[in-house]
């Protein structure tokens, strides 16, 4: 069965950094892109960027390029989320979602992980 | 880019009512298009894809419609663990966008 299973929940300052992670179990992890989608309170879900483990191939959204780093690591079918320096606005609910195999939508996501920023 | 635009953004039915959410696209996308179930404090989940296929265990109250620019979502007999928010998206073209999301809610 596949699963995705994020890191926990966040509390963090402006200016921190912050890694969280998505571990992909139940199938070939090397062999579907994943992707991290924002869901900001209240609001409606946003693509991030996306990974494809098996070579670490990375493409970013617009909006998230430059603000943000993706990867993966596939000696531990993990894939990461990275901020150098938080920001207030940073504050959101993150998913990551396995890519279809041939197609470029999500049929499988994981928990989410909160991150609240607070000064 | 694609926009999509979902109407209504909430509604408010019965059990057992048939319920149409809508999801028009700027652009045409054939039928690339899936929609997603989310629950309060929950991921969302993949219902639909290409338009009309149901996916592996959705209940068959769930059907999807449509190609081109218009596409619908309709639940045959609402119950009440159907209350959430649903999301269309568009894989037709980079950047993948998604809808602004229908709530619904049960009476």
């Known amino acids: 069965e596949v699963h995705l299973v994020q890191s926990g929940a966040e509390v963090k300052k402006p200016g921190e950094s912050l890694r969280i992670s998505c571990k992909g179990s139940g199938y070939s992890f090397t062999t579907y892109w994943v992707a991290w989608v924002r869901q900001m309170p209240g609001k409606g879900l946003e693509i991030m960027g996306i990974?494809?483990?098996?070579?670490?191939?990375?493409r970013y959204s617009p909006s998230f390029q430059g603000q943000v780093t993706i990867s993966a690591d596939k000696s531990i079918n993990t894939a990461y989320l990275e901020w150098s320096s938080l920001k207030a606005s940073d504050t959101a609910m993150y998913y990551c979602a396995r890519r279809d195999l041939n197609y470029e939508y999500f049929d499988y996501w994981g928990q989410g992980t909160l991150v609240t920023l607070s000064s | 880019d694609v926009q999509l635009t979902q109407s209504p953004s909430f509604l408010s039915a019965s059990v057992r009512d048939r319920v149409t959410i809508s999801c028009r696209a700027s652009?045409?996308?054939?039928?690339?298009l899936v929609w997603y179930q989310q629950k309060p404090g929950k991921a969302p989940k993949l219902l639909i894809y290409?338009?009309?296929t149901l996916q592996t265990g959705v209940p068959s109250r769930f059907s999807g419609s449509g190609s081109g620019t218009e596409f619908t979502l309709t639940i045959s007999s609402l119950q009440p663990e159907d209350s959430a928010t649903y999301y269309c998206?568009?894989?037709?073209?980079?950047?993948?966008?998604f809808g602004g999301g229908t709530k619904v809610e049960i009476k």
């Open positions: 998206q568009q894989f037709n073209s980079n950047p993948l966008t």
């Open positions: 990974v494809y483990p098996g070579d670490s191939d990375t």
């Open positions: 652009h045409g996308i054939s039928t690339y």
């Open positions: 290409a338009a009309s």
